[in-house]
């Protein structure tokens, strides 16, 4: 588990003037699990995701060649389906990674499952193989949501947006 330390300041008024203390805290490191340009969930083509009616979080518009989808946290595979999986890290939410829009009406076809649902994966980890220049063939998105489950959007800082990603570069703070 990656997590970056964040400060928050704590203030305090009292009679005598401003008492001001550090608190720290601890913020998992969501990963992209693929190269792409970040491009925000409102521009996911599914009103499901634009709205944030999932969770917040964003999306990768991805590079159009073969490629691994990745774990973008450590943790547990609690639901792994060829077009999407969910990441549970036993700290935090379960992270939603979808493999394109209305892929799941590909039944399966063009995706290689590289691991098991109840698998301990680390970040990182290969646990999909998929084309999307494929998935776009057939007429789907190949966009890729990445979302916080059962968290408000407050919850996420440094959301990766209108920027090129790499496999593993951060896409949002937890």
């Not at 969930?41 to 691994?68: H, K």
């Not at 407050?154 to 209108?162: H, N, T, Y």
Request: glycine share 12%; charged share 15%; proline share 7%.
């Amino acid at each position: 588990m990656t997590y970056a330390l964040v400060w928050h300041v704590v203030r305090k008024v009292t009679t005598h003037g401003v008492i001001v203390c550090l608190e720290g805290l601890l913020m998992t490191t969501v990963s992209s699990p693929l190269a792409g340009r970040a491009i925000g969930l409102d521009c996911v083509p599914d009103p499901v995701f634009s709205v944030g009616m999932v969770g917040p979080g964003t999306a990768v518009d991805p590079v159009r060649e073969p490629c691994d989808a990745v774990a973008p946290v450590d943790g547990v595979l609690v639901s792994f389906h060829p077009h999407a999986f969910v990441i549970v890290d036993g700290k935090g939410p379960g992270i939603l990674t979808h493999l394109g829009i209305d892929t799941v009406q590909l039944g399966g076809a063009g995706f290689e499952l590289l691991a098991a649902k109840g698998d301990t994966v680390r970040r990182g980890q290969a646990l999909v193989h998929w084309n999307p220049a494929a998935v776009r063939a057939a007429g789907k998105s190949p966009v890729v949501p990445v979302v916080a489950l059962e968290t408000p959007a407050a919850g996420l800082s440094e959301v990766a947006r209108d920027t090129d990603v790499k496999a593993g570069d951060r896409l949002f703070l937890l």
